[in-house]
């Protein structure tokens, strides 16, 4: 995600962030570039002058221009503007307590990814120990219903649906069945239309106003931009949302959406679609967001997903590994299986501060890794423990056994050989490991 608008910024901030003096030309030259940068990422033209317009006064300060580094000074205002302009701090939902049921509107153009996130959202405050109810209010769009029970049924939570075309009824006839059935949460699943117009208004409004939501969440597709922003400015002033839902964050290469949204709306992004699985559903954290834009990576959510899918005691002993380099090819393939439950690879090497940049020219295949676990899994235990002894005889038998080429037997044992060293270098990095230890314990 982000990938293009990351792109830009690294080159930027790698011009500026050695400099041991800084003038007023340098700010200017560089601003001229992000300005650049955040048009081409389909940011809204009156936030981009506002962001350049702050950032310059910021950075013509004593501040910078003084400093001993005057380079990182400059990137620091740059950052934080960036994180200011996603919205400064992270926003979650105001729910009523257990004891009292909460009602979360979800609102959208048809082809957003509503109903899905219905779901995802409602795994997510299951996970967090509320009683969701799903309602199946989305009485336009043929197969709603049917895919919302489907969802679900899935991830074991209730949907309440009824057999009528009067939305408002199944809104009304949900919350008695959501006191009755000791439920907490109800989200509410609404019509979208292909564009916005007077009658998909109209009844948004009828269902807002009887359904009393704490919250009116727009779920807005990443991809489309501006578009994505006008969208969101219309729902709230038609309707009066409280935050919005970025769907298909993982695919949005830009940033365009999310760096518009709170400016143009002043209504927080809360959550982030980061994939397809019904797992796929993150908070929105504007530092964290801002760091991944500007290369700075984002430990904090690795180290968060990597909490989840890695048992401690099985991270101290590959750390253990990794330092007394006993790392095999074993561990490699380990390390494949795991990366799967982190996300894509591309997700995984935007949050390791300096990565993203070291590897901006080397295309990262997932299909290639699958090809790699192949030939990991055509070697003998032998082999696997010690690569050394993969001879040329050895590396035939392997590329016919996992159906690759010898050629491709030979770069996965090069690459098995950087990792080793990319990990020790890692392992060494005092600063980096103090910032995952730190926010690990937290």
């Known amino acids: 995600m982000l990938e293009r608008i990351a792109a830009k910024f690294s080159d930027i901030l790698r011009e500026v962030s050695g400099k041991s003096r800084i003038t007023e030309k340098n700010i200017e030259d560089t601003l001229e570039e992000v300005k650049k940068a955040l048009l081409e990422a389909d940011v809204n033209l009156r936030v981009v002058r506002r962001f350049i317009n702050h950032t310059l006064e910021e950075a013509k300060g004593e501040k910078v221009l003084r400093s001993v580094t005057p380079g990182q000074q400059f990137i620091k205002i740059i950052y934080d503007r960036m994180v200011s302009l996603l919205g400064d701090e992270r926003q979650d939902l105001s729910l009523k307590g ?31 120990g509320r009683r969701p109810l799903l309602v199946a209010a989305d009485l336009q769009r043929p197969a709603a219903v049917e895919q919302l029970l489907t969802l679900g049924k899935s991830i074991d939570i209730p949907v309440f649906s009824l057999s009528t075309k009067n939305p408002l009824e199944v809104v009304k006839e949900a919350r008695s069945y959501a006191v009755k059935n000791l439920l907490d949460t109800l989200i509410v699943d609404t019509a979208g239309r292909l564009q916005i117009d007077q009658a998909l208004m109209e009844e948004l409004k009828n269902v807002k106003e009887l359904a009393s939501p704490d919250e009116v969440l727009l779920v807005a ?22 935050g919005i839902i970025l769907s298909k964050f993982d695919s949005d290469a830009r940033g365009g959406a999310a760096l518009s949204l709170k400016s143009v709306t002043d209504k927080p992004i809360k959550f982030i679609g980061v994939g397809e699985k019904i797992e796929d559903l993150e908070p929105f954290y504007p530092d964290r967001i801002a760091s991944r834009i500007l290369g700075m990576g984002d430990v904090v959510s690795l180290v968060e997903k990597a909490q989840q899918a890695i048992d401690q005691k099985e991270a101290e002993e590959l750390r253990y590994k990794i330092e007394s380099a006993s790392f095999t090819l074993e561990d490699f393939l380990e390390q494949f299986q795991r990366m799967r439950k982190l996300g894509s690879l591309q997700s995984i090497v935007e949050m390791i501060p300096g990565l993203s940049g070291q590897l901006k020219d080397q295309e990262l295949d997932e299909k290639e890794l699958k090809h790699q676990e192949a030939i990991i899994l055509s070697m003998t235990p032998e082999e696997r423990q010690n690569y050394r002894i993969i001879g040329p005889s050895r590396r035939k038998r392997i590329a016919r056994g996992s159906g690759t080429s010898v050629f491709e037997v030979n770069q996965l044992l090069k690459r098995f050989e950087k990792t080793r060293l990319m990990m020790k270098k890692m392992s060494q990095d005092k600063k980096l490991q103090a910032q995952m230890f730190s926010h690990s314990k937290g």
């Open 98 to 128: 257990p004891d009292t049921l909460s009602v979360i509107l979800l609102c959208g153009l048809q082809g957003s990814g509503k109903t899905t996130t219905a779901a995802k959202l409602a795994r997510l405050l299951k996970n967090r």
């Open 221 to 242: 597709d990443a991809m489309t931009g501006q578009n994505a922003v006008e969208i969101a400015k219309t729902f709230n002033e038609q309707i009066g949302i409280t």
